[in-house]
């Protein structure tokens, strides 16, 4: 009769290793466009490969910010299919969602590409901020130790707290009355 620590090490010896899983490659596609009903013409669309932007995610209050810092951009920042300065109308939003690239000095060498949604404008500029933040420190790991002396590498982590039963809010209670 076999012990415990014998039988665990037959059936590890018996597991099979998996197979590694290699990543798709960017593929060139070849698509036709009439142009005219005679001629045809062949127009080249190359898919973006994955290592050519950086993924980051920034969360502020109920915001969820997804950003796509783009490599050797001309310093454009998109959110929502929107410009940055549409998107974000007042001059202090738009200071916050710009600071983190100023400070060090990416704003006009990198393309930022945001999808951002719930919460408030508010909200949903510092969290573009914090993963814009995310995002250069993975493009260059030195701008690491200015953006944190500034608080944008931080998650700010407050929010609203839920109603509870019996109360009018989250801690409201009815009025009380003595008699």
Do not use: C
Request: hydrophobic letters at 35%.
């Amino acid at each position: 009769m076999a012990t415990k620590t014998e039988a665990k090490k037959t059936t590890k010896a018996d597991k099979k290793p998996a197979a590694k899983k290699t990543a798709p490659k960017a593929e060139k596609k070849t698509v036709k466009k009439n142009v005219k009903p005679q001629e045809t013409h062949e127009v080249e669309v190359v898919e973006m490969k994955k290592g050519s932007y950086l993924m980051a995610v920034g969360r502020r209050k109920e915001a969820i910010a997804r950003i796509r810092l783009i490599k050797n951009g001309k310093g454009t920042m998109t959110v929502n299919g929107r410009t940055a300065k549409e998107y974000f109308k007042t001059y202090e939003l738009r200071e916050i969602v710009q600071s983190p690239l100023k400070i060090v000095g990416q704003d006009d060498a990198v393309d930022i590409s945001v999808k951002v949604e719930g919460g408030g404008l508010r909200g949903q500029a510092e969290a573009v901020r914090l993963g814009t933040s995310r995002a250069l420190v993975q493009l260059n790991p030195t701008f690491r130790k200015a953006l944190k002396k500034l608080g944008f590498l931080s998650r700010d982590a407050r929010v609203k707290e839920r109603k509870k039963f019996g109360l009018r809010g989250a801690r409201r209670a009815k009025q009380w009355s003595k008699r």
